[in-house]
């Protein structure tokens, strides 16, 4: 007989991924014993995937930091255990040296990732911004850069919830692979279809959501736009267009006709590489469609013509007239709704630190960086041209990295900070996606001797009080909830209607979506249109003949969830096509020669009818058993990009071109 009953805890997974679940935790004698999906949640109805149901294993994993660890030179894996009074020490001893050389600790700076979204993790950010002028390093997975670009390019994003896409007639899912990375849309697309919805998908890759489709479209990467603007010229020259969104004035509907008439149809066709039939198809399911979703992956956006890209679509969906309605319109990720606590705010996040692009890493600056902290992410796996990477970590005098493992970049850093896992602190998780507000309760002890990133920030705010009392402004709070209670604002209560945690946590959660921000932009496009200009994207050469796509792994997050073997993969592959396979003279796992002008990989060959003849597909992410660094290959940001390719170009993964052959 069981003497000691399980506890129950609610717990919302953090991290970067549409559907932040919500999960109970069963909890005995201080571990994990069973964790379950919550079926209270009105959008995951209770299902987990396969990672949600992995944390058990992660939160104790054997490879999971314990202590603090020292290591003098960097990379050289000498690392000494230390106490966290020590790693204090060293980390007051570095900024002192920094404030007396500099009489600022400008030359400090921060990068944070996306590894965890809740509230609780912008702790970090609040206290370098009490702290004076700092830095902050932008890179392709800080959540601030999205944000900053997303704003930059006025982008509708997804004004409705996304459980109401079962209302649309015709859904069209855009560079998205949700069965593989938001598996719980696809309920919702099945619901649509029973009810008599066409799914249409289009995408490079035939994945598994194309398996789903009614149609799919392979098209040439990054001619996304130029695929919109196709159809955006038919249903012009046939009438088809909603007459409301002209309305305003006849002048800007004479500026968006003579755009588009500029398109050559044969060539924007022939350049997207699908047939008349397949575009002739779509046209006559967009013809008796009342409601079009338009669901946007983030394949689109990792080409440096995303934002006219989205421009195209979201002209598309106004054109129709799909804006506004239940069911219809833009559905894509929208971090700006959700970053509204305290310590999220542009002037608490940025203020008057100095910005520095990290894939921009030989313009550092002036002074250049003494010390870096890393929160959140494993940049040296993430970012563009890891070996530059590892090299711009390599000249930075003193590193700190907070992690739960031993990552490429703690590998990388001269200090490494054990942190807890969402089980084991108190946080507040609001999803992008279908903007549910959340409480993560506290189940568990800390691991060992891994603490919260607030225990951090507040214990070293502390410690600096003693020895630069004027320096630092950071609030001690008494606790995490006492921390996060001070993150709510009138903003957050007039969206949500909570004030404090006792208020969140008696509601459970709570939905707050309006259409009022797509409403407003659906009434200003047609002001704008007139400057709409289809922008075709990059393309092979002859050099380098194949793109080189590197999509989530269906089993993985980016470099998380690695040593969990949740798939039979343990070092990476490359697909490519069975004929451009033969043409180069590959058979199925020959190890093979991948390379371009930065760099070159030997890595594992499987012929795959899933990828184009023109496409080499890795799945990104971090392989420990492996010597292959798939972003080697990925070119960081250019450094005088133009003004069109000025948005989001920083993020251009999937323009990267490379060649094959095999050793």
Request: hydrophobic share 35%; with cysteine; glycine share 4%.
């Amino acid at each position: 007989m069981n003497n000691h009953a399980a506890r129950k805890f609610r717990n919302v997974c953090p991290r970067n991924c549409p559907s932040s679940c919500t999960m109970i935790s069963h909890i005995e004698k201080d571990s994990i014993h069973h964790i379950a999906g919550d079926i209270s949640h009105p959008y995951t109805k209770g299902k987990l995937c396969a990672k949600g149901f992995s944390y058990a294993e992660k939160n104790n994993h054997r490879d999971r930091l314990k202590y603090p660890y020292y290591q003098k030179v960097k990379g050289s894996g000498k690392y000494i255990q230390i106490s966290w009074e020590k790693a204090f020490q060293l980390i007051i001893s570095e900024i002192m040296n920094i404030h007396y050389h500099f009489g600022s600790l400008l030359p400090f700076a921060l990068f944070k990732g996306s590894g965890n979204i809740g509230v609780h993790h912008y702790v970090t950010d609040d206290f370098f911004s009490h702290i004076g002028e700092t830095t902050r390093i932008l890179g392709t997975s800080s959540l601030l850069s999205r944000l900053h670009a997303l704003e930059s390019n006025q982008v509708v994003r997804n004004g409705s919830n996304p459980s109401t896409i079962k209302e649309a007639s015709l859904i069209v899912i855009w560079g998205a692979n949700p069965a593989a990375t938001n598996i719980h849309l696809i309920p919702y697309l099945i619901e649509a279809k029973v009810k008599g919805a066409k799914i249409v998908v289009i995408d490079p890759l035939y994945t598994q959501t194309a398996e789903l489709a009614d149609l799919y479209i392979q098209l040439r990467p990054s001619t996304d736009g130029a695929l919109a603007s196709l159809l955006i010229k038919h249903l012009i020259e046939n009438n088809l267009f909603d007459k409301r969104f002209f309305d305003s004035d006849s002048n800007e509907m004479n500026g968006l006709i003579n755009n588009i008439n500029e398109i050559d149809t044969d060539e924007y066709r022939m350049n997207c590489d699908v047939s008349k039939e397949a575009i002739n198809l779509l046209l006559t399911w967009m013809k008796d469609a009342d409601t079009i979703a338009y669901v946007i992956g983030s394949g689109l956006q990792k080409h440096s013509n995303f934002g006219h890209t989205i421009q195209s679509i979201e002209v598309l969906a106004a054109v129709h007239g799909d804006i506004g309605k239940i069911g219809g319109g833009i559905y894509l990720r929208d971090d700006g709704d959700t970053m509204m606590f305290n310590n999220q705010t542009p002037e608490r996040l940025l203020g008057k630190n100095r910005i520095l692009d990290i894939n921009n890493r030989n313009h550092g600056g002036d002074p250049p960086i003494k010390m870096l902290w890393v929160s959140c992410a494993n940049p040296v796996i993430q970012e563009p041209h890891s070996a530059s990477m590892k090299q711009f970590l390599m000249d930075i005098p003193f590193v700190v990295t907070v992690d739960q493992f031993m990552t490429p970049t703690a590998q990388m850093s001269n200090l490494i900070l054990p942190t807890t896992t969402h089980f084991e602190e108190m946080d507040i998780i609001v999803s992008w996606w279908h903007k549910e507000i959340a409480l993560n309760e506290k189940a568990l002890s800390p691991y060992y001797d891994s603490r919260s990133e607030w225990w951090m920030m507040t214990e070293l705010a502390r410690r600096l009080n003693q020895h630069l009392p004027s320096l630092c402004t950071f609030p001690i709070y008494s606790s995490e909830e006492e921390y996060l209670n001070a993150q709510f604002n009138h903003q957050v209560f007039n969206i949500y209607s909570v004030r404090n945690l006792s208020e969140l946590k008696e509601r459970r959660m709570t939905g707050a979506i309006s259409n009022a921000r797509a409403q407003q932009r659906y009434t200003n496009l047609a002001k704008q249109n007139k400057e709409f200009h289809p922008m075709m994207g990059k393309l092979p050469s002859k050099e380098h003949p194949f793109w080189f796509i590197t999509p989530h792994h269906p089993y993985a997050f980016n470099s998380q969830f690695h040593f969990l073997n949740l798939h039979d993969e343990k070092e990476a592959f490359a697909l490519i096509h069975p004929q451009a396979a033969t043409d180069i003279g590959i058979t199925n796992g020959d190890i093979v020669k991948v390379y371009n002008n930065q760099a070159c990989i030997e890595i594992k060959a499987l012929c795959s009818k899933q990828v184009p003849k023109d496409i080499v597909m890795v799945y990104q992410g971090w392989y420990p058993d492996s010597d292959v660094t798939i972003n080697d290959l990925i070119p960081a940001k250019q450094e005088n990009p133009s003004k069109e390719e000025s948005i989001f170009q920083n993020d251009a993964f999937y323009d990267t071109f490379v060649n094959v052959e095999k050793l």
